[in-house]
């Protein structure tokens, strides 16, 4: 069974520029999230998709962020205009499950704003 | 809101010896998970262990086993037998069951890089 799996596993972009992360899930599994990491600091919640619902965005840092998934399948989050701020490590995880107590690590984008 | 803390940016252990990474956490709720992830070098997560707060016992996996002290909110990781392949990221996590609650997110500490001496 195929992993969580996440494209690409770097950009870099200019200040300014649009980028498209992308995350295919576990298939079957309903809650898919995402994640990420400022170097040096911890790793933050982003937003939790039920199937292709948003259950949970609460951590989306602002409105030049915006996740979609589509027919509850792959995900996609997509910065625009990015700015220096966005680099880090965006990582995907999916469940089967809402209150399953394991998730499902993609293996995360490294994204770099220059 | 609750917080996890690691507060060994770096720690460094002898092949087969046993080094313990510690995690702190802050919340006023009585029921949670808490996690232990590894993030080798190849950068995917693997969770390596869990412990339910209910539970008094700690967990154990393997060489991996867990010291739970939940009135001290304390959650520190033993690697026995420590092996090169232990060398990752490890990061400490919380997440809530309550209703209310963060909802099944993850919170994370800032990691404990590991390195592992031949």
């Known amino acids: 069974e195929a992993g969580v799996t996440q494209f690409p596993s770097h950009s870099v972009i200019e200040k300014g520029q649009t980028v498209t992360l992308r995350c295919d899930p576990i298939s079957g599994h309903d809650n898919l999230y995402w994640y990420r990491r400022v170097m040096g600091k911890e790793i933050k919640f982003l937003l939790h998709?039920?199937?292709?619902?948003?259950?949970?965005e609460s951590g989306m840092p602002n409105n030049r962020f915006l996740a979609e998934r589509t027919g509850g399948t792959y995900s996609t989050l997509k910065v625009q205009p990015a700015e220096l701020e966005d680099s880090g490590v965006y990582f995907c995880?999916?469940?089967?499950?809402?209150?399953?107590?394991?998730?499902?690590f993609g293996q995360g984008t490294r994204l770099t704003v220059v | 809101a609750q917080t996890v803390t690691q507060s060994q940016p770096e720690m460094s252990v002898q092949e087969a010896e046993t080094v313990t990474l510690s995690c702190t956490y802050d919340t006023s709720e009585s029921d949670y998970y808490l996690f232990w992830y590894k993030q080798p070098p190849s950068r995917q997560m693997i969770l390596v262990i869990r412990q339910e707060a209910y539970k008094q016992q700690n967990a154990t996996e393997n060489r991996f086993s867990v010291n739970f002290q939940k009135a001290a909110k304390s959650f520190s990781l033993k690697i026995s037998d420590s092996q090169l392949g232990d060398a990752a990221m490890y990061f400490c996590?919380?997440?809530?069951?309550?209703?209310?609650?963060?909802?099944?997110?993850?919170?994370f500490g800032k990691g404990t890089k590991l390195s592992v001496k031949p």
């Open positions: 995880a999916s469940s089967p499950r809402r209150w399953d107590t394991e998730a499902f």
């Open positions: 996590a919380y997440r809530s069951v309550e209703e209310g609650g963060s909802q099944g997110n993850l919170i």
């Open positions: 998709f039920v199937k292709e619902s948003k259950q949970d």
